[in-house]
């Protein structure tokens, strides 16, 4: 069968469990605004959070492989730290197109606090990966860095594209542990992309002046690499929202994802 989407475009292919990758989307949109987007919601198996290293590999695999069958890709973006510390590099050597993996951007805070006191906010499979204890590890002899495991925050961000309220109240008590520190960090690594989501939230509720780092200079960084290396033609189509699963909250959330520039909408089976 034809690729859908002619091959000379530049289409983005972002895929998480979620919504949070379209934090990453709406970044990329003010470089790129004439690049074909693909996004894929994986929610038959939201949150990736609590998912095991090894099902998010495969699952990983899989999704490229399906979604590289039908469409014409130029790149792909693992919108999602959970799943790309668990899968990248690992999957790249099975696909020819480049892929961009995100992780807590952890060397950048050390540049930018002024008390020394880093928090990182991530899910626990985040957290516990090799590559990220040892990089916090190493970071630990100069600088405090403490950290926070919560999926709570992950389902409040969905709630809050959804179109309902979230309780600050809620958002509060998960960073009580860190209000009983001597020092409040004034640097904080949103590990998952789902956080920049509920950044205004974040800003009510937490000490004010607080610096917050996420993926995205990162991603903007890397994708400019990548298109000096590829020639292509820019030619606006459509965007495109693929979702494993129907749920009632695909429905709620579509409102708001025709607002940021998707026209069009299909179930997948992955």
Known sequence: M???LLQNNITIFIFDSGVGGISIYNQIKKFFPKINFIYLLDNKF????????????????????????????SLVIIACNTAS??????????????????TPVIKDSINTTNNGVIGIIATKTTLENYYIKKEIKYFQKNYIIEFLSSKKLVFLAEEKI??????????KKIFKPWYKLKKFPDTIVLGCTHFS???DELKQILPKNIKFLNSN??????MKKIMV?????????????LYTKYTIKIKKIKRYLINQGFNFFKKIKI
């Open 229 to 241: 290396n590829y020639k292509f033609l820019f030619n606006l189509q459509k965007n495109i929202i």
């Open 46 to 73: 939201f949150p990736y959070g609590i998912k095991s290293k090894n099902f998010i590999y495969k699952r990983c695999i899989k999704i490229l492989k399906k979604i590289s069958f039908h469409y014409h890709i």
């Open 162 to 171: 959804q179109g309902l309220n979230i309780s600050l109240k809620q958002i």
């Open 197 to 199: 989501l509920i950044i």
């Open 85 to 102: 510390v668990s899968s990248f590099p690992m999957i790249q050597k099975y696909f020819s197109f480049p892929i961009i993996g995100i």
């Open 2 to 4: 034809n690729k859908i």
């Open 217 to 222: 200079t990162y991603i903007i960084s890397e």
